[in-house]
């Protein structure tokens, strides 16, 4: 369904749902992501788009596809399409949809026998959580779960930092840190915690089985009582003066060990 430009009622929902006023649905922008968003199955409300990327042969397909689907849609100047985008640079293209499934029931149902799991814990970085969601999709993770101090992985920045992963990979939001030590325990999942001082190094562990790599906060980490808390605790050896690596950084170093490990074990 076509709307003028001149229609601003579309253009003042685009900027709740960037705002993150409307937490039903979600802000995603560029062409790729807009991409991605309509080939993982997202329930699509609404297109705002450039007049002039509009021209062009690769956008005017997908947004196309997105009117096949139902999508309302709006063809506005690159000045009115600046004044929603979240970027410096307008990407050309707006899309709404609704928000992916992030309960509890939704995650479990989507989990194998032995999972490989992501707690991100206190992450208040939406960059990072958007760095380790596409990372943990790379790396074979079967889900990530946030913890409710955790930016919203849903949001137009994490979403842009996981160029996609978000819309395929499970996740589970809004729950505590106690509540995912509790879930884990009584699923048999084994809980281990990133941390800097620590005896035993992310070799040293055995991945191979249902496991739950937690990682904290970007400025101090997890606390010692969190650790205490944990199945266990592992760290990265580090060479230099370097005292620590960026938590998206970390977790797929982690990873990559983890993913090694149950490939061999196949």
Known sequence: MKITSRDNSLLRRARAVRDGKEPALIFVEGLRLCEEGLASGLNIEAVVYSEEIARKERPALLINALEDVGAKSASVSEKLLESIS?????????????????????????????????????????????????????????????????????????????????????????????????????????????????????????????????????????????IAVANESVRIPMKGSAESLNVAVATGILLYEANRQREGSR
């Open 86 to 226: 979240y970027t410096r640079t307008p990407q050309g293209i707006v899309m709404l949809a609704s928000r992916p499934a992030g309960d509890q029931a939704s995650f479990e149902a989507r989990q194998p026998a032995v999972p490989l799991l992501v707690v991100m814990h206190s992450i208040n970085n939406p960059v990072n959580v958007g760095a380790i969601l596409r990372t943990a999709e790379a790396a074979g993770a079967t889900g990530v779960i946030a913890t409710e101090n955790t930016a919203d992985p849903f949001s137009a920045r994490a979403l842009r930092g996981a160029m996609g992963s978000a819309f395929r990979i499970p996740v589970w939001t809004g729950v505590s840190y106690s509540q995912v030590i509790d879930w884990c325990s009584e699923r048999g999942v084994r809980t281990i915690g990133a941390a800097a001082k620590t005896s035993k190094a992310y070799t040293e562990v055995d991945w191979s089985g249902s496991c739950a790599l937690i990682v904290g906060p970007e400025s101090s980490g997890l606390s010692s009582d969190e």
